[in-house]
């Protein structure tokens, strides 16, 4: 594969880009269906805490004693906490491609907003630590997107200078916002179009027929 273009890192988000959100409000609908919960009021709490507990301040204990266990309930918080991880699914073809960005040389980091136990059972269950260099999670680091200098931590951490890295996200407004930086940036829909973007950048051959 002849090498066209100056990018030598990928950042990658990892909800809806490697794996399914961990607890975004379609999961949470699940979890007030399942556990026959109020959702008015379940959405209500979480929506006031759930920025400090991505950046690492709430802990996954308290999180679920405001939100869920604030009273007395016909389930345990183990069953509650299984609940929650049984939400997260890989996205197979988006982390093999991923493997082979690594396998070509390339630095991969993370950039994503994810509470410290939820993203811990994540990194752990689907492997990601085996192609990831560095993890640059809101729970890490104490910053979280849409915040522009999580971005500016990442070049610091991986040391590449921002022309030299792409960026796949499938949030618009964060695509936005590297794109300020001068983060050559992928909006991800599926696996074949984010494919095809970084094929253009000389990064993937192209799929065999």
């Known amino acids: 594969m002849r090498k066209t273009s100056a990018i030598t890192c990928v950042f990658v988000d990892v909800g809806g880009v490697l794996l399914t959100n961990g607890w975004d409000h379609h999961a949470r609908r699940r979890a007030v269906a399942k556990f026959k919960l ?5 959405e209500e709490r979480h929506r006031l805490v759930f920025e400090i507990h991505e950046e690492g301040k709430l802990t996954f204990e308290e999180y679920l004693s405001l ?3 604030y ?3 016909p389930f345990t918080r183990a069953q509650f906490r299984h609940f929650m991880c049984e939400q997260s699914k890989p ?3 988006m982390i093999a491609m991923l493997v082979r960005l690594k396998a070509q040389g ?3 980091a993370v950039v994503s907003n994810e509470s410290l136990e939820l993203n811990a059972y994540r990194i752990r269950t689907f ?3 085996k192609f990831v260099d560095s993890f640059i999670s809101s729970c890490f680091v ?3 997107k849409p915040d522009a200098n999580i971005f500016r931590l990442a070049l610091d951490i991986t040391q590449v200078p921002a022309h030299q890295v792409v960026y796949i996200e499938n949030t618009p407004m964060f695509v936005q916002i590297a794109e300020a930086l001068r983060i050559r940036s992928i909006l991800h829909t599926d696996y074949k179009s ?5 094929v253009a950048l000389g990064l993937q051959e192209r799929n065999r027929k």
């Open 106 to 108: 390339l630095k991969i």
């Open 67 to 69: 939100v869920v266990f």
């Open 142 to 144: 104490h910053l979280r």
């Open 38 to 42: 109020n959702w008015a009021e379940m």
């Open 127 to 129: 492997e990601l630590a």
């Open 194 to 198: 984010t494919h095809a973007h970084l």
């Open 71 to 73: 009273e007395k309930r």
């Open 91 to 93: 996205y197979p073809d």
